[in-house]
């Protein structure tokens, strides 16, 4: 946007590393949905970085500004003015070949300078994509190869089945219709996807360094440098640091959420652990006892998880003393009372069943959970 259209070998350059970055992905059953210049960026070296995975469908799956970008049933379909015909109808059902039109428009873009169907209005905008003649490159600049605006046409062929059928089809054709006789790189698929090497570097210092991890080789890029001395930009107007700090954001928020996760199952086990096995009402649980001495002055809870319908016209006791139910603490699924440390018994009676007695023992500042147990009278 502040340079202009840009050359003719430059742009090329450009599309093809996309395009050949695009091809492992789509190996990998991965379709971007939202490749436009604004999701491109360019390094001081000239590799191109794709960014935004927010709109990847993968497998078989299917932010905004009101005047670029369409939602319809939760599903965000991505960007007007790169959007293909098919995509408009069901983002859920687009393949690859959705991504080859939308890198077409982007070689437009890059070529002359603005999206190649440019309306007044978003409606407009889609509309036509769909019905609207295919403009020419060589139209809007006659300096370029006839051959290139053929690339570029079929590339954004109305039908997804009259273009391209994947990306190193277009990254070949492109090279040929510049003069570069080099073949493209193959990208073949491999077990994973190139990762972030700060990411993969987390992710196996979290995992403990495993074996596995340690055999694995350094991932490679999808694009290679092309050496040229660019000036690090996004072909959408945004520079690279603020990608570096999405970045260190993402490493942070999977490390954030790592130790979550770790906190909340260290939780359910000593929860686990602390609930005691059920046991027939009347008995008493001897082997919970340690002497009976406090093990220090914090303040103790012991957490009754009985419901409130239970309740009713029932006494509870905890070492001989009655409990006031109406003023304990809890909710309709349990009770909390506070205890001294040390060990007690409790003691509940309810009308028309045996009555619920267990003896426990709970530590300074412990939470103590009991589910007491019912069994009909039988008289």
Not at 29 to 40: E, T
Not at 95 to 100: F, H, L, N, Q, S
Not at 127 to 137: D, N, V, Y
Not at 278 to 289: H, N, Q, S, V
């Amino acid at each position: 946007r502040r340079r202009g259209p840009l050359a003719v070998e430059e742009a090329v350059d450009y599309v093809c590393q996309v395009a050949r970055g695009l091809h492992y992905a789509h190996t990998q059953g991965i379709v971007h949905r939202d490749i436009k210049p604004r999701n491109l960026l360019v390094d001081k070296s000239g590799t191109v970085k794709i960014l935004d995975m927010g709109l990847a469908r993968i497998s078989a799956e299917a932010t905004s500004r009101p005047e670029e970008e369409l939602t319809a049933s939760e599903k965000v379909l991505g960007t007007f003015d790169y959007l293909a015909p098919e995509q408009a109808e069901d983002a859920r059902m687009v393949d690859r070949r959705a991504d080859i039109y939308s890198l077409g428009c982007t070689l437009y873009h890059l070529l002359v300078g603005k999206p190649p169907y440019k309306r007044s209005s978003a409606l407009k905008t889609v509309l036509a994509h769909r019905e609207a003649p295919i403009p020419s490159i060589c139209q809007a600049r006659p300096d370029l190869p006839p051959a290139l605006d053929a690339v570029f046409r079929k590339m954004v062929a109305k039908r997804p089945e009259d273009r391209y059928q994947d990306m190193g089809q277009v990254e070949m054709e492109l090279q040929r219709a510049v003069g570069r006789r080099e073949e493209p790189q193959t990208v073949t698929a491999a077990p994973r996807p190139p990762a972030d090497p700060e990411l993969a570097s987390f992710l196996q210092h979290v995992s403990g360094k495993t074996a596995e991890a340690s055999r694995r080789g350094p991932d490679k890029p999808a694009a290679k440098p092309t050496g040229r001395p660019t000036p690090q930009e996004r072909l959408g107007d945004v520079p690279e640091k603020p990608v570096a700090g999405r970045r260190r954001q993402v490493i942070m928020a999977i490390g954030i959420a790592t130790l979550l996760t770790c906190a909340v199952l260290l939780l359910a086990f000593f929860a686990g652990r602390q609930r005691p096995s059920t046991e027939e009402p009347g008995r008493i649980d001897e082997t919970a006892g340690r002497g009976g001495q406090p093990h220090g002055t914090g303040q103790a809870t012991l957490i009754l998880f009985w419901s409130a319908a239970e309740r009713k016209g029932a006494t509870l006791k905890i070492d001989g003393q009655p409990q006031d139910l109406h003023v304990a603490s809890g909710d309709a699924e349990s009770l909390r009372l506070p205890v001294a440390p040390g060990q007690h018994t409790i003691h509940i009676e309810r009308p028309g069943f045996e009555p619920f007695r267990r003896r426990f023992l709970v530590d300074p500042g412990e939470q103590f959970a009991i589910e007491p147990t019912w069994r009909a009278r039988k008289d």
